[in-house]
Nanobody, 120 residues
Framework: QVQVVESGGGLVQAGGSLRLSCRASGSIVRINTMGWYRQAPGKQRELVATIDSGSGQINYADSVKGRFTISRDYTKNTVDLQMNRLKPEDTAVYYC?????????????WGQGTQVAVSS
């Protein structure tokens, strides 16, 4: 069994900061890519930032470059998203995503989501 759990969402004024955290636990052999996606009301889920464990490559959506920073702790199976200079258009449910090898399979896991609301 594998679990992916997010924390750290909330309500903040425009220009403020929030930090999201995500931890994967369970029968994990290896975690490959971990990252964050978001879904605003009436919109499709979109990539925010990802980080690959093998290459270390980091990808950001253009809309968050220079404001958000993704980081991983490989010893704790966690991925964090530091969000600075938040804008009302960042309002969404943020989901943690992880590509995880267990003993039997490679599978993509999603967290339950955490709400981020930015007021103008």
């Amino acid at each position: 069994q594998v679990q992916v759990v997010e924390s750290g969402g909330g309500l903040v004024q425009a220009g403020g900061s929030l930090r999201l955290s995500c931890r994967a636990s369970g029968s994990i052999v290896r975690i490959n890519t971990m990252g964050w996606y978001r879904q605003a009301p009436g919109k499709q889920r979109e990539l925010v930032a990802t980080i690959d464990s093998g290459s270390g490559q980091i990808n950001y959506a253009d809309s968050v470059k220079g404001r958000f920073t993704i980081s991983r702790d490989y010893t704790k199976n966690t991925v964090d998203l530091q969000m600075n200079r938040l804008k009302p258009e960042d309002t969404a449910v943020y989901y943690c995503n992880a590509d995880i090898n267990t003993r039997d399979m490679l599978k993509t896991y999603w967290g339950q989501g955490t709400q981020v609301a930015v007021s103008s």
